[in-house]
């Protein structure tokens, strides 16, 4: 049973322009979200992360949004740059969860030029 | 710069060998992990640990064993590799207690069974 999910498995923006990738979960009882990044042959590395008490967190050129009542979180790149290009995970965790968390399958983002 | 080393960056074994994946930190975390990445599924939790010789099943444990027996090495053992457990394998550290901390993942294992 997937509980995060990334319907869109990849996703072709142009650069400068505003790439956005989706994240819906199941499990109510999360309330930290994070978003990494992954290059080929790399570990992901961490972007940016946003707890459930706030529905907006900037950072940059990547802004999270949190609609828990959706149990959707979307992550904005403004404006999108050729380094981008890498597969996003979004994850989640519950507080009491041991700070295991779950991710999703993942998005291949391609910024062209 | 903090790190998470994992030893092979790339493994081929055959069907039926016995399987060591090893993974060092060096920032004192408490909590360590093994996940698998596979296309078209992300990151799956095989095995996690808070401790030294504590250790804790994920989502897909099965077919894998893992030894903490000190803070900062966290192996995952495959006892009898089969095809099925190809894959890139990715180790991962954090801070413990009771907060939510990102983590600090290793470069991969992408591990070959033939």
């Known amino acids: 049973d997937q509980q995060v999910k990334q319907n869109s498995p990849s996703l072709s923006v142009q650069e400068g322009r505003i790439s956005i990738l989706n994240c819906d979960y199941t499990n109510s009882m999360f309330d930290y979200f994070l978003w990494y990044k992954k290059y080929p042959a790399e570990g992901p590395t961490f972007l940016i992360s946003?707890?459930?008490?706030?529905d907006k967190n900037e950072d940059g050129r990547f802004t999270v949004f949190l609609n828990k009542s959706a149990k959707h979180l979307s992550l904005h790149i403004v404006p999108s740059q050729p380094g981008d290009s890498a597969v996003y995970f979004c994850?989640?965790?519950?507080?009491?969860?041991?700070?295991?968390?779950?991710f999703g399958t993942g998005t291949q983002l391609k910024v062209e030029l | 710069d903090v790190k998470v080393t994992q030893s092979s960056r790339y493994l081929v074994k055959r069907t039926g060998e016995k399987v060591f994946l090893e993974c060092v930190q060096d920032m004192d975390h408490e909590n360590m992990f093994w996940y698998r990445q596979d296309p078209g599924l992300g990151l799956r939790l095989i095995y996690f640990?808070?401790?030294?010789?504590?250790?804790e099943k994920g989502d897909i444990p099965e077919g894998y064993s893992v030894s903490r027996e000190k803070k900062e090495r966290f192996s995952l053992i495959l006892e009898s590799a089969s095809t099925n457990q190809t894959s890139m394998y990715l180790c991962?550290?954090?801070?413990?207690?009771?907060?939510?901390?990102?983590?600090?993942f290793g470069s991969g294992t992408r591990l070959t069974v033939v």
């Open positions: 946003i707890s459930s008490i706030k």
């Open positions: 994850a989640a965790s519950a507080t009491g969860g041991g700070n295991k968390l779950t």
């Open positions: 640990s808070y401790d030294v010789k504590m250790k």
């Open positions: 991962a550290s954090s801070l413990g207690g009771q907060g939510t901390y990102g983590y600090t």
